[in-house]
């Protein structure tokens, strides 16, 4: 199988996934109900939740600076920022393809090694994790029903012994995984293939190692809470802009964002469906209809997807 043939297959596979999710997040839901509710939304909420959209964007592109400066580089502020836009751009073509295209733009605009650069951005993504798992803790301190709820919908398998089989495979394929790149690098160094692979594992080693020498620690974890906080700005945004919503308080939408960041973690175009089923979930959750979740997923889909085109595509051209 060729590589364009099995691309094209890959990304079927995806978009599939994503249209399936979201027949799921419209199924039972009137159409007119949604156009009733959208109808009715304050556009310049919605146009300052897409402002603070781009501005997470330039935090992030910020943060990975920060990350950079550890390992002798220090690009210019604004490449990043643009590498990073192009990257959610891509996420829209290609699920989870953004992060190497980031990589690969800066690499050009910036010439910093791209192993170096995948590693730090390995690093961005466990701290973002670590962060998803604060703001997880904090709802289930606020919305422990709610949040079991959601749960109970997309988090949990049916059976106790299926998930117990499901993290035994994954332990043995952990281990195997573990042994095979073992014998690979013990056995097969003097393959050329396989030197360059050392030396790009090396790589990503010392972009995830940058962070044990950060010379702006306190800054770098003010950026990474000041992404999360302006995600939750967007989301609150939004709440102001339908009518059904705006009565919700700052601590419902952090459940509501924790919610809808399950959705983004499944791989499809740009978070095609997955946002939806997710958006429409939370807002039951919180004891609001699915035609509302439904509306304010799809509001935010289409706005989030065309600032990422439009900033993404701006940022290649820049760079």
């Known amino acids: 199988m060729n590589k364009t043939l099995f691309s094209i297959l890959k990304y079927t596979l995806f978009l599939g996934i994503g249209l399936g999710l979201l027949y799921f997040a419209y199924r039972g839901v009137k159409f007119s109900e949604i156009l009733e509710s959208a109808s009715n939304a304050k556009w310049p909420w919605v146009i300052l939740s ?3 959209g781009y501005v997470a964007m330039i935090i992030r592109g910020i943060r990975w600076n920060i990350l950079l400066e550890p390992l002798g580089y220090r690009v210019k502020p604004w490449a990043a920022v643009h590498s990073v836009a192009f990257g959610y751009f891509m996420n829209n073509l290609v699920p989870r393809s953004g992060e190497l295209a980031r990589c690969g733009l800066l690499n050009r605009a910036e010439k910093v090694p791209i192993d170096k650069l995948f590693g730090t951005v390995i690093l961005e993504r466990i701290v973002d994790v670590l962060l998803l798992g604060f703001f997880v803790g904090f709802a289930f301190l606020t919305h422990t029903e709610e949040l079991d709820s959601l749960f109970g919908k997309i988090g949990q398998l049916r059976e106790g012994g299926e998930k117990s089989n499901l993290m035994l495979y994954l332990g043995i394929l952990a281990v195997a995984g573990i042994i095979g790149a073992w014998v690979v690098f013990r056995f097969f160094s003097h393959i050329s293939f396989v030197q360059r692979l050392r030396e790009f594992m090396a790589g990503i080693g010392h972009g995830l190692r940058s962070v044990l020498k950060l010379r702006r620690k306190w800054l770098f974890i003010a950026y990474s809470l000041g992404i999360w906080i302006t995600w939750i700005l967007m989301s609150q945004c939004m709440m102001y802009a339908l009518e059904e919503t705006r009565d919700l308080s700052i601590v419902d939408t952090v ?8 959705g983004m973690l499944v791989p499809t175009p740009g978070g095609l469906g997955s946002y939806h089923i997710t958006a429409r979930l ?10 509302v979740g439904v509306t304010y997923g799809t509001i935010t889909w289409l706005g989030k997807t065309a600032l990422e085109i439009i900033a993404g595509a701006i940022g290649f051209f820049v760079v």
């Open 50 to 52: 897409f402002g603070l």
């Open 255 to 262: 459940f509501f964002v924790v919610a809808a960041s399950f």
């Open 282 to 291: 939370g807002m039951e959750a919180l004891g609001l209809s699915a035609a």
